[in-house]
């Protein structure tokens, strides 16, 4: 099973950019499906972006335009670039590694392993 580490969060001003990485052992992420979700306080864990391993990608709705998925199978890293931040984007951020190579991870039906999660604070 693989283990994933998220890192990259942290406090900023709205208007402001972030990455995030989630560093990935214990198997290659090569044909491995990846997604990011977030949890914001008393509210359900939802969808934030996804590739799969050929690349594909797939963003929620609130974040296109804004947030960049992208993937380095050679450093087994998966990203995620948070450009013009925005209060609400305030949550613990989770990276995923999907159980199945033909779904992408756009929920978290289809996860099989979580990181432990990076705090991304937005000001206003």
């Known amino acids: 099973q693989v283990q994933l580490v998220e890192s990259g969060g942290g406090l900023v001003q709205a208007g402001g950019s972030l990455t995030l990485s989630c560093a990935a052992s214990g198997r290659t992420l090569t044909y491995v499906n990846m997604g990011w979700f977030r949890q914001a306080p008393e509210k359900e864990r939802e969808f934030v972006a996804a590739?799969?391993?050929?690349?594909?990608?797939n963003y929620a709705d609130f974040v296109k335009g804004r947030f960049t998925i992208s993937r380095d199978n050679a450093k087994n890293t998966m990203y995620l670039q948070m450009n013009s931040l925005k209060p609400e984007d305030t949550a613990v951020y989770y990276c995923a590694a999907g159980s199945n190579s033909y779904i992408m991870v756009v929920d978290t039906a289809s996860v099989a392993s979580w990181g432990q999660g990076t705090q991304v604070t937005v000001s206003s």
């Open positions: 590739i799969s391993w050929r690349g594909t990608t």
